[in-house]
């Protein structure tokens, strides 16, 4: 085993671990939750290791990194999941590789995964990135739309041929009345996701929590958490 792989296995193992033991804790059964490891800044060889490691979801938020590295791994039995802010001119690569893009945010980027997932002949899943950090234009401050928005945008979604609206996704805020208050804000996205399953039922995919607070989603009743730096270590700084 080489350096590289025998460190992610002992990474993995320890995220799993405490996968399993906040889902005891929170009385759900461990296959309740799916792990989506954020491959960002790091290279496809990891993302290789990684899937024979038993990994099948994989996270990345740069269009111009993901491309590349998706197309290196296509032979692999992995989801790709686009976590990141999505500008309009990137949908059509990200519809390319993309099973899911968990940053849905505006009208018109529902307009744009539309068109492209249909001229791809594909269909993507779509989570409404929901910010719990909205100011009075709206919108948080990593993106996302208030949590009065949630509707309007959903129905577009479930509208829109090529896609298929699948749940909701938060960032734990930085600022606002959830600051510092990760499980109080998880919570939140799921008081959300059961008012969004009345007129959604399939819209089932809670994704919340990262490395330092994935034990608080799960509490909270997350149906994915993503992790990066637990898994792969610290990322380099980029640029």
Known sequence: MTDRRTELAGNLAKVEERIAAACAAAGRA????????????????????????????????????????????ADLPLQWHFIGQLQTNKVRSVVGYADFVQSVDRDRLVTALSREAVRAGREVGCLLQVALDAGADGRGERGGIAPAGIEELAGLVADAPGLRLDGLMTVAPLTGEYAGREQAAFERLMDLSTYLRRSHPAATMVSAGMSADLEQAVAAGATHVRVGSAVLGVRPRLG
């Open 30 to 73: 461990r296959d309740e939750v799916t792990l989506i490891v954020v491959t960002k800044t790091y290279p496809a060889s990891d993302v290789r290791i990684l899937s024979e490691l038993g990994v099948r979801q994989v996270g990345e938020n740069r269009d111009q990194d993901a491309a590349p590295k998706a197309a290196a791994c």
